[in-house]
């Protein structure tokens, strides 16, 4: 609002005089040539009253928002988490906060005697900071890293300096805000990162020389065992006369070879796990197959303890699926050797169920699709509490942990099942009432494949001629042909047996070689069925590996 320029102490004096002497006007000129009434005088004196009244409010309102803003700033001030400082153009401290009292040792008194910001660093650091200070500071922020402050009681500590110019009076009337950053929270996490990385490096090392050292001693275990169990099996065998006392001997013997062959593969397997070098397959994998390869391996083993034995597979579930029929396998063998050596009497049952299954499951177009195959393994045996179910497939944990208990291992065949089932995207679990049995059971994610194309490449490979050269000229004769499905699950217990150290292997490769006889596998499986015989197995193995990569088989 523009205000009116009127002597007002004149203005008074002269209508006081007009009103004693009873005028009725004012003259406002010597001349007398502009006269003013004294009514309107009043008049002009209120409205100037009014603006004058307008105006203070506006003032008193202006003070009142400046002292909110003045409270709000010296709160903020205060609580800031960080020290800071606020010092004049001359680096002089004004005013700091309760941070840099407690962590720079401000005392309040240097802050009232208006100590100097630039004592509190080292000279490098000090000069760094009076000369950015010495140039025209405009709006800001300014920032100095890693500058040294001389902190109480831990020597030297680095800060960064936010500086932050607070008003636009002239250089020698501003004043600066001074904030400090602790940095010594990152560089220590910068030096517990490079701990951690050097750490991380010296473990990766030392899983690399654990995983060359089990490698190279299971070569080194499997060498004698190798003979171990050859020489038991040939004694065993064998016509030579034997005391009752020395076939038991041989026996645990060869059994005892058998059991630390399985565990020496648990323990490699294990290790595969940990270090990540197991890597999973999806080709197609036949259900029946391995349940029928189950049934062979367990059955003879459940029939000698007196317990019934079955493996069934749900109607609704597709015999051939994708998968890794290796890893399902291996899962199986823990937890049916688990089941039938906790059992003493009853039985054991596999079954296989649907659990998941998408909408064309019943489709041949659906190939690919995802479906979750639920397999449990359900026994009669003597049962798991709750807390030894809670901790069953935990590393090296059994359900009696005791000196005296009485079924043997180490614990490593569930641990090992439960981080190849996670490998496979599943669950795995168990269910159990003390005294009345358990159920184990295992989720997999598997996919469909189309029957007809699966079916038409067994044809083809069943169908296919042999390429390899004939003995002689009188096997010219049409070979026979095979039931390739047959044949699979049997290559596959007897690649088991092989590198188990099983005896019974040269019994199924006898059976083998007996029904490949006039096949065109017949000159293929000749190799194999000689390594057995001279109880060279690791030879053996890789023949059986061969043969199932020529007719595109996994083997476990």
Known sequence: MKRRQLDFNQLRERAEQAIAEGQAGLTLDQDGSKALELSHLVEELRVYQAELEIQNDELMLAQDHIAVAMERYRRLFASLPVPAVVVDAGGFIVEANEQAHEVLGISRHVALQRGSLFQLFDFPSRTRLHSLMRTALDAGPYQLESMALKVQGDGEAWFDVHLMPLNERTPGERQILVALVDRRAEQALRVL??????????????????????????????????????????????????????????????????????????????????????????TPLNLDNILDRTRQLYGPCAEEKGLTFTCVRAPEVPPVLAGDPLRIQQVLDH???????????????????????????????????????????????????????????????????????????????????????????????????????STFWF??????????????????????????????????????????????????????????????????????????????????????????????????????????????????
Not at 232 to 257: C, F, V, W
Not at 393 to 407: G, I, L, T
């Open 335 to 437: 937890l049916v050797d688990n089941a039938i050596e906790f059992t003493e009497r009853g039985g054991v049952r596999v079954g296989v169920v649907l659990v998941a299954a998408p909408e064309r499951a019943v489709s041949k177009t659906a190939a690919g699709e995802r479906l979750v195959l639920r397999f449990s393994i359900e026994d009669t045996g003597i049962g798991l509490t709750p807390e030894q179910c809670r901790t069953l497939f935990a590393p090296f944990q059994q359900a009696d942990m005791s000196a005296s208990r009485v079924h043997g291992g180490t614990g490593l065949g569930l641990s090992l099942s439960r981080r190849l089932v996670e490998l496979m995207g599943g669950d795995i679990g168990v269910e159990s009432r003390l005294g009345e049995g």
């Open 193 to 282: 990162s490079h701990e951690l990385m050097q750490a991380k490096l010296a473990a990766e090392q030392a899983n690399a020389a654990k995983s060359a050292f089990l490698a190279n001693m299971g070569h080194e275990l499997r060498t004698p065992m190798n003979a171990l169990i050859g020489l038991s099996n040939l004694l065993l065998d064998g016509s030579e006369p034997m005391t009752p006392h020395q076939r038991d001997y041989l026996l645990k013997i060869h059994d005892s070879a058998a059991v630390l062959s399985s565990l020496l593969n648990d323990i490699l397997d294990y290790s595969k796990v940990e270090s990540g070098y197991l890597r999973l397959e999806s």
């Open 443 to 556: 989720t997999a994610p598997l996919h469909l494949v189309d029957i007809t194309d699966y079916a038409g490449s067994r044809a083809s490979q069943a169908s296919a001629p042999n390429t390899a050269p004939e003995r002689s000229s009188e096997r010219r004769a049409t070979p026979k042909r095979l039931d390739l499905d047959t044949l699979h699950p049997k290559l596959q217990t007897l690649a088991w047996m092989l590198d188990n150290r099983q005896s019974r292997a040269r019994r199924l490769s006898h059976e083998i070689e007996s029904w490949l006889q006039g096949s065109a596998l017949q000159a293929d499986y000749a190799p194999i069925a000689a390594a057995i015989a001279r109880l060279d197995f690791e030879q053996a193995l890789a023949g059986v590996r061969r043969l199932a990569q020529k007719q595109s088989w996994n083997l476990p």
